[in-house]
């Protein structure tokens, strides 16, 4: 991930330090975990980081929630889009246990723990093609934002973050 972290960094190098860690925040696969990673090469202030990177993580996930389900059913319906679907139906099949054994507290560990393929986004989708509640899983996936930038702090900015 630190690659694609400062790959992202080079790209939009020549904007403001902390618009680049709000962009990367943003992204699928980076989230969070690639902000605050940014943020420490960038040296921004671990406050100013976290808050930032919370926000950027966000923002999108609500925009998720409402309209994935729609454009899911447009995709299903077209040939060339729709073994997409089927692709992203067994994915979520396959993280169907931990949600389905723990409900929504599988949700707020799925979004919250720091793994690849794991985050925001995935909860997202996760939580739509579930049929769960979106209120609550938006509730769930802030909380697990929160854990996961937790676990971030102490990794970037913390004991392990010294160590790198």
Known sequence: MSSLVKFFIDIFGSLNKELVIFIISLFPILELRGGMLA???LHIPYLRALIICIIGNLLPIPFILLFLEFILNIFEKWKITSKFVRWLEKKVNNNRKQI??????GLILFVGIPLPGTGAWTGSLLAIM???D???SFL???LGVI???IIMSIVSYGIVGNLI
């Open 39 to 41: 943020a420490t090469l």
């Open 100 to 105: 389905d054994k723990y409900g929504y507290l």
């Open 130 to 132: 579930l049929g769960l």
């Open 134 to 136: 979106k209120k609550k």
């Open 140 to 142: 769930c996936i802030i």
């Open 147 to 149: 854990l996961a930038s």
